[in-house]
T-cell receptor, first 115, second 109 residues
Framework: EAGVAQSPRYKIIEKRQSVAFWCNPI?????LYWYQQILGQGPKLLIQ????????DSQLPKDRFSAERLKGVDSTLKIQPAKLEDSAVYLC?????????????FGNGTRLTVT | GIQVEQSPPDLILQEGANSTLRCNFS?????LQWFHQNPWGQLINLFY???GTKQNGRLSATTVATERYSLLYISSSQTTDSGVYFC???????????FGQGTILTVHP
C-alpha cells in the first residue's frame, strides 16, 4: 500500500511570496489533514477535510492560507503572502475515518523556509 | 479540544535501558494513538490503542480510558529509538485533534 505522498520536500521563498504544497492521501482514505509543525513543537492542525468538505479549519489563518480538496482525493495548501513565522514543516496526513476514529498516517512533510 | 499532557518532557537513556512514557488527557476519548518522530522528521504511527494493552516487538502500550491516561513502554532501548514520542487522543466527534508537546528521547550507545 502506497503511503501519503507530499511534494515538494523542501521549499525556500522570500517573505511576501506565495507557495503551494501538494498531498495525495492513501487510496480510500476519506479524511485528510494538514498540520503545521514549528521546530520544537507538536504538530498543529490547520485544516481537516472529510471527502471534499471542510470539517475543521478553526486554526487556519484564512487571511493568508487556503486549502482545497477537489474531488475528495488529493489536496493543495497555499500560503499567500508568506511571512517569516510561516517557516515550518507542513505535514499532510490521512485516515480512513475522521475524529481520530482510525489510524492516522503521515507523509514526509514539506520543509518551508521563509527568508 | 482535548488537552494533552506528556511526561517526562525529556529522557536520556543508555542503550539497553527500559523506559515508560506517560500521556494524560483531559476528556473522554474513543481511541488513542502513539507516534514516533525520528530525527529526520518522519512521523510513524506506533499504536492505535483505544483501551487495553498492545505489544509490537520491544514496544508496548496500555490505555486506561476510564482514568484518562496511556503509557508507552520501551524495553531494551536502541539508538534508533531516539526522537520525539507523541500521543494523540481521538475524541467522540469532529474537532481540534490535538497532539501533546511530546517526550524527547535520546538513547546513547
Amino acid at each position: 500500500e502506497a503511503g501519503v505522498a507530499q511534494s515538494p520536500r523542501y521549499k525556500i521563498i522570500e517573505k511576501r511570496q506565495s507557495v503551494a504544497f501538494w498531498c495525495n492521501p492513501i487510496s480510500g482514505h476519506a479524511t485528510l489533514y494538514w498540520y503545521q509543525q514549528i521546530l520544537g513543537q507538536g504538530p498543529k492542525l490547520l485544516i481537516q477535510f472529510q471527502n471534499n468538505g471542510v470539517v475543521d479549519d478553526s486554526q487556519l489563518p484564512k487571511d493568508r492560507f487556503s486549502a482545497e480538496r477537489l474531488k475528495g482525493v488529493d489536496s493543495t495548501l497555499k500560503i499567500q503572502p508568506a511571512k517569516l513565522e510561516d517557516s515550518a514543516v507542513y505535514l499532510c496526513a490521512s485516515s480512513l475515518m475522521g475524529a481520530g476514529a482510525s489510524p492516522l498516517h503521515f507523509g514526509n512533510g514539506t520543509r518551508l523556509t521563509v527568508t | 479540544g482535548i488537552q494533552v499532557e506528556q511526561s517526562p518532557p525529556d529522557l536520556i537513556l543508555q542503550e539497553g535501558a527500559n523506559s515508560t512514557l506517560r500521556c494524560n488527557f483531559s476528556d473522554s476519548v474513543n481511541n488513542l494513538q502513539w507516534f514516533h518522530q525520528n530525527p529526520w522528521g518522519q512521523l510513524i504511527n506506533l499504536f492505535y490503542i483505544p483501551s487495553g494493552t498492545k505489544q509490537n516487538g520491544r514496544l508496548s502500550a496500555t490505555t486506561v480510558a476510564t482514568e484518562r491516561y496511556s503509557l508507552l513502554y520501551i524495553s531494551s532501548s536502541q539508538t534508533t529509538d531516539s526522537g520525539v514520542y507523541f500521543c494523540f487522543p481521538g475524541g467522540t466527534s469532529y474537532g481540534k485533534l490535538t497532539f501533546g508537546q511530546g517526550t524527547i528521547l535520546t538513547v546513547h550507545p
